[in-house]
């Protein structure tokens, strides 16, 4: 069983920037990836990276202003999140699956098998 724990989260002012961390017990997965989730919204994709390779994939809305990262030694995962938006509050998980996924499925929340508790991050002025 592969434990998720999330770090990094808070209170931002718009504009601003802040990094999440996920740390993985073991790495026993093929890609990570990061979902949202605001007040009485569904769960959105963010974000999501291969472990070998590192190909990343992001959602539209959030294109150019994060960037996924990953360290294989430490088992973590990352999420640089940069000219923050009020629309970015929310909820943000992170995932991880041993299911090999591409770019049709890779923003399918429920390929992912492991989830952290989360860690909420709050932009306002």
């Known amino acids: 069983q592969v434990h998720l724990v999330e770090s990094g989260g808070g209170w931002v002012q718009p504009g601003g920037s802040l990094r999440l961390s996920c740390v993985a017990s073991?790495?026993?997965?093929?890609?990570m990836g990061w979902f949202r989730q605001a007040p009485g919204q569904a769960r959105d994709f963010v974000a999501a990276i291969t472990w070998s390779r590192g190909n990343t994939y992001y959602a539209n809305s959030v294109k150019g202003r994060f960037t996924i990262s990953k360290d294989n030694a430490k088992n973590t995962l990352y999420l640089q999140m940069n000219k923050l938006k009020l629309e970015d509050t929310a909820v943000y998980y992170c995932a991880a699956t041993s299911n090999d996924l591409g770019i049709a499925t890779m923003w399918k929340e429920d390929k992912y098998n492991y989830w952290g508790q989360g860690t909420q991050v709050t932009v306002s002025s």
């Open positions: 073991e790495r026993a997965f093929s890609s």
